[in-house]
């Protein structure tokens, strides 16, 4: 349990986090994340000139994928942004403004529409990924980069990857109390892991 509360240590919560291009939803606003993909977000956002939403990021998202896989959201390594400038990923007349938004993103080293693994550090999935028209999912497991004059990042350290021992571990945790007292209580899951975040914080 204990290296489990320091994984979510190493993130930071985004209310705290401070960028012109970037505003949460308020469900959010509470979730700790990894820093470094929000300073990615952020000078994605900044270079496309775009504003964008952070919609989802650990409350609310199920600890594994469409596809079975255990999900970068739980451990605070992946976002979801459903608006741009205000307006809905999946709004056509918006399409020019999601695009330049995801090319500056595969600018700062994100593979485009791959399914985050171990070899996939730092991902964006967007139009053309099952599941992913309507919003942008960025997700990255490096916690420790430097961003060069010319808006590269480059690494320096890289977390567990999400099929480490240590990241299943959280979701399986996450997953299996928040399903356990969700059922005893009648509440969902993610407010009971919203609630477990809260008590972990009580508990430092």
Same mark, same amino acid.
């Given at each position: 349990?204990?290296?489990?509360?320091?994984?979510?240590?190493?993130?930071?919560?985004? #209310?705290?986090? &401070?960028?012109?291009?970037?505003?949460?939803?308020?469900?959010?606003?509470?979730?700790?994340?990894?820093?470094?993909?929000?300073?990615?977000?952020?000078?994605?956002?900044?270079?496309?000139?775009?504003?964008?939403?952070?919609?989802?990021?650990? #409350?609310?998202?199920?600890?594994?994928?469409?596809?079975?896989?255990?999900?970068?959201?739980?451990?605070?390594?992946? @976002?979801?942004?459903?608006? @741009?400038?205000?307006?809905?990923?999946?709004?056509?007349?918006?399409?020019?403004?999601?695009?330049?938004?995801?090319?500056?993103?595969?600018?700062?080293?994100?593979?485009? $529409?791959?399914?985050?693994?171990?070899?996939?550090?730092?991902?964006?999935?967007?139009?053309?990924?099952?599941?992913?028209?309507?919003?942008?999912?960025?997700? $990255?497991?490096?916690?420790?980069?430097?961003?060069? &004059?010319?808006?590269?990042? #480059? &690494? &320096?350290?890289?977390?567990?990857?999400?099929?480490?021992?240590?990241?299943?571990?959280?979701?399986?945790?996450?997953?299996?109390?928040?399903?356990?007292?969700?059922?005893?209580?009648?509440?969902?899951?993610?407010? @009971?892991?919203?609630?477990?975040?809260?008590?972990?914080?009580?508990?430092?």
């Amino acid at each position: 349990m204990k290296k489990l509360i320091q994984l979510l240590e190493a993130n930071i919560q985004i #209310s705290s986090f &401070s960028c012109g291009n970037v505003k949460v939803d308020g469900d959010s606003s509470g979730d700790k994340v990894n820093e470094n993909l929000l300073k990615d977000v952020c000078k994605a956002a900044k270079n496309a000139n775009v504003r964008v939403t952070i919609t989802t990021a650990i #409350s609310g998202h199920a600890a594994e994928t469409a596809s079975g896989n255990a999900s970068r959201h739980p451990s605070g390594n992946a @976002v979801d942004l459903s608006l @741009v400038n205000e307006t809905p990923v999946k709004t056509p007349a918006n399409r020019g403004n999601v695009d330049n938004f995801v090319n500056q993103l595969v600018i700062l080293g994100y593979t485009k $529409n791959s399914e985050p693994n171990s070899s996939v550090p730092k991902s964006v999935l967007t139009f053309g990924f099952p599941g992913h028209d309507n919003h942008v999912h960025v997700s $990255n497991i490096e916690q420790s980069s430097t961003t060069s &004059s010319s808006g590269t990042t #480059s &690494s &320096s350290g890289t977390a567990s990857a999400e099929d480490s021992p240590e990241s299943i571990s959280t979701n399986i945790l996450n997953s299996f109390i928040g399903d356990t007292f969700g059922k005893a209580l009648g509440l969902k899951e993610q407010r @009971v892991n919203k609630e477990i975040s809260k008590i972990k914080n009580l508990l430092k």
